[in-house]
């Protein structure tokens, strides 16, 4: 059975950094997006950054945008997103999720749906980040 695993997640200052990863057992589609969601005390879960094998990355938070930076070693189904000047905002519970991506090659070819937290079908069981100010 498919299984994620998450590691990484801690506590820091504002201004730090962290590294969390995720590893995918158990799947063993080519083709597939993976990404990492995360979910603040309160809110809805939203998305933080998804990569498509065929493609690279094909999304990223607005709120993250030259901060955080996902990378993805497919032959080992291991996401990494690496998050630096941290904000107390992004503190969360962050949760990786991968699922069959079987497009044509470029991220223009995959649908709007694969960035949406509903196509993905496996999910780890999350890593908490706090950020202190």
């Known amino acids: 059975r498919v299984q994620l695993v998450e590691n990484g997640g801690g506590s820091v200052q504002a201004g730090g950094s962290l590294r969390i990863t995720c590893v995918a057992s158990g799947f063993t589609h080519i083709r597939y997006c993976m990404g990492w969601f995360r979910q603040a005390p309160g809110k809805e879960r939203e998305g933080v950054a998804i990569?498509?094998?065929?493609?690279?990355?094909?999304y990223y938070a607005d709120s993250v945008k030259g901060r955080f930076t996902v990378s993805l070693e497919n032959a080992t189904y291991t996401l990494t997103l690496q998050m630096n000047s941290l904000k107390p905002d992004d503190t969360a519970m962050y949760y990786c999720?991968?699922?069959?991506?079987?497009?044509?090659?470029?991220?223009?070819?995959?649908?709007?749906?694969?960035?949406?937290?509903?196509?993905?079908?496996?999910w780890g069981q999350g890593t908490q980040v706090t950020v202190s100010s």
């Open positions: 990569i498509y094998t065929g493609g690279g990355v094909m």
């Open positions: 999720a991968i699922e069959v991506c079987a497009y044509g090659d470029g991220v223009e070819n995959v649908p709007v749906v694969a960035r949406e937290q509903d196509y993905f079908g496996y």
